[in-house]
């Protein structure tokens, strides 16, 4: 083998290192993408597991956009300071929802009622 042969595997190994580590953790791709929106409330399924919120934020004058995430345990739904259910979340009422993106879904994770 040549030095030249050499130095390309080297380089190509280091090359081959870097892109690998440039991937993320199975961890770090669960964790998803935190998002914050302000809307009004088009829909609540309390009925069926997972329960779900649906929100309707105005994105310019002509165009909305609509974001359901599922509501768990996890959820924190506050209200005036005080946490509540999500059985009180009526449709029309405004809330700010922060959530997060997996790859198995949208998950809420704090709904604020206005």
């Known amino acids: 083998m040549t030095r030249v042969h050499q130095a390309w595997m080297a380089l190509f190994g280091v090359c081959t290192l870097m892109m ?5 953790s199975d961890s ?3 964790d998803g993408r935190t ?3 302000h809307g009004q409330v088009i829909a609540v399924n309390i009925v069926q597991a997972p329960h779900l919120i649906v929100i309707k934020t105005p994105l310019t004058k002509q ?6 995430a599922k509501v768990t345990a996890q959820t924190k739904i ?3 300071g005080a946490r509540v259910a999500l059985q009180t979340i009526r ?3 405004g809330v700010w929802l922060t959530y997060v993106k997996q790859r198995d879904g949208v998950f809420a994770r704090i709904i604020q009622v206005q």
Do not use: H
Not at 20 to 24: A, G, Q
């Open 35 to 37: 998002y914050r929106v």
């Open 78 to 80: 506050v209200r005036k």
């Open 63 to 68: 165009d909305d956009m609509t974001v359901g």
């Open 28 to 30: 770090e791709a669960t």
């Open 91 to 93: 449709v029309g009422e």
């Open 20 to 24: 690998l580590s440039s991937f993320p």
